[in-house]
């Protein structure tokens, strides 16, 4: 008997605590009629409240548009209705628990479908690092390939990158390259694949240039032992790719062949390489198509970072090496600005190149 009671005291201490959860206070009124005490229930609205809070924020902190990263344009009104329905709840002395609770829901649920109106970028799933240099040099793809601003080997100077005016004039909103100043990247074998598409915008300078003005560096992932992506001294785009071809490995060194690229101009530039087939674009336009480039991009035989703005990580250079692999003295660099430097794991087509450019061409 003993258990019982005590059982029936917790299931009504329990009701209760549920109860007071919802209920923010009781209290009384007469009744006008008999004087008789009426409670009065006051419902709690403070998850409403920060729900309305959190949907506001979303609201006021994206923009609709046509981009990658903006809404589909007419996007918000849904949500912008569901929140001001809880509004008038929230201000309703009158509204019920049921009606404050199916309010959460509902702006829940706008909050879940104004998510699903966001612009992806370019084969998203595909986009392994997006270093926009916008005020720093974390990636923007979502996979946390972070870069670190890095002074170039004392060979070529020292340099730091620095920040600088972008394309469209925006202060702090790319980097200025020079001297070897360079972004490293952690090694990681998705930045290694089998095919793949590297997007930068890109305007060369030759201010103070006196080192290797034939290999102006833009990203490379071990020099020619792995690829490397450059400008060469006719100014025209230059890709190298290491590849490997059934039992048999090969250095390709392609250019764009007919373009011919102008100093303190700003391009997009675009290489894309798979097996058998190599692109270069310029300003979203296919230039040069090679299909003498059978195999695939060879794995590094060392974890070796991901540069952009030189040809290795500076600690990697040598002044003496038989080899030539780690020589500074080969080394190449950027003299110029970069920007928006994306690197995918697939050889994207031509009609997404032509997209990635006309979104960035404008603000």
Known sequence: MTKRIFSLKSIAAVACCSFLLVISFISCKK????????????????????????????????????????????????????VDAAKAIISDANATLSTVTNAIAQVQAAIDIYKTNLIAEIAAE?????????????????????????????????????LTNDRFGRANMCYHFDHGGNIEVPYTSALNPQEMTISVWCKKDTAGRLLNSD??????????????????????????????????????????????????????AVVTFK??????????????????????????????????????PTGYYLTTDPSGSRLVDYGGFWTGDLDDVMFYNVALSAAQVKSIYDNQNTL
């Open 31 to 82: 009744d006008n009629n008999t004087g008789t005490p009426v409670p009065v229930v006051v419902i709690d609205k403070a998850a409403l409240i920060a729900k309305v809070a959190e949907a506001q924020a979303l609201l006021d902190g994206t923009v609709e548009g046509t981009r990658p990263g903006e809404y589909v344009i007419g996007s918000k009104s849904a949500l912008q209705s569901a």
């Open 126 to 162: 595909n986009l392994i690092g997006f270093w926009k240099m916008n005020g720093n040099a974390n990636d923007s793809s979502g996979k946390a390939h972070n870069g670190t601003v890095t002074a170039g080997h004392p060979y070529f100077g020292s340099g730091i990158p620095t």
């Open 215 to 268: 290999t102006y560096t833009m990203v490379s992932l071990d020099r020619w032992l792995g690829y490397k992506y450059q400008w060469q001294s006719a100014n025209k785009l230059f890709f190298t790719v290491h590849a490997i071809n059934g039992a048999d490995t090969t250095f390709y060194d392609r250019d764009d062949e007919v373009a011919v690229l102008d100093n303190e101009v700003w391009y997009h």
């Open 275 to 312: 097996p058998g087939e190599e692109d270069f674009y310029v300003n979203g336009d296919l230039v040069k198509t090679w299909t003498d480039v059978p195999g695939s991009p060879i794995t590094v035989s060392s974890a070796i970072n991901f540069v952009i703005g030189q040809d290795l």
